[in-house]
């Protein structure tokens, strides 16, 4: 899939596949977050194209395709995840108790599970309310390893969260790859943008960030 800046800087050129992590580099302003609207169908470039390409290798444009099919393909986490209300079970898709765990120990969702008092059963408001950023953050990441879908895109995950926090957005980007997705940061720590693939720099200024990777 290629994805060519509309409102974003001239030049952007991104290609996502299957089983690679590909970082959006550059500074606040720059057209990242409008690089990644624009790739999940939310914008109409002004210039350029969103093309989906089969394993025949036959290209669509995103935007002759039901939105809805293709939504269902891609998971978004932006910087303040959005949830919506219900209990944790429930906002996971009440998985089989074993693969939650699991998947709970990578993120550390289940130490912070072990600290409400009705555990699974929690019920959170609109928007997770009940939980702190670097919570939902772990919770949807958590949703995110129990449902892989093709696309993942991670905008900032690492923003509200500490040393701890950061480590576990690492093993679960390592786990996403190797689940076969592929995986779209929008980054600023080195950290994140030394487990990618692939480097893209968005402006100018990016450019002190694209060694910290692999392109």
Known sequence: MRARGGRAPAGVDVTL??????????????????????????????????????????????????????????TWLPQRPVLEPGTLDALLGSPVPADRDRAAARTGLDAVVATLPDGWATALGTGGAGLSVGQRQRLALTRALLHPTAIVVLDEPTAHLDAAGERVVLDTVDALRAAGSAVLLVAHRPSLVARADDVVPVGAAADDLVGAGTP
Do not use: I, N, Y
């Open 17 to 74: 596949r299957p089983g690679r992590v590909v970082a959006l580099v550059g500074p606040s302003g720059a057209g990242k977050t409008t690089t990644v609207e624009a790739l999940l169908g939310l914008l109409t470039p002004d210039a350029g194209t969103v093309r989906l390409v089969g394993a025949d290798g036959a290209a669509v444009d995103v935007a002759d395709v039901d939105p809805g099919t293709w939504w269902r393909q891609v």
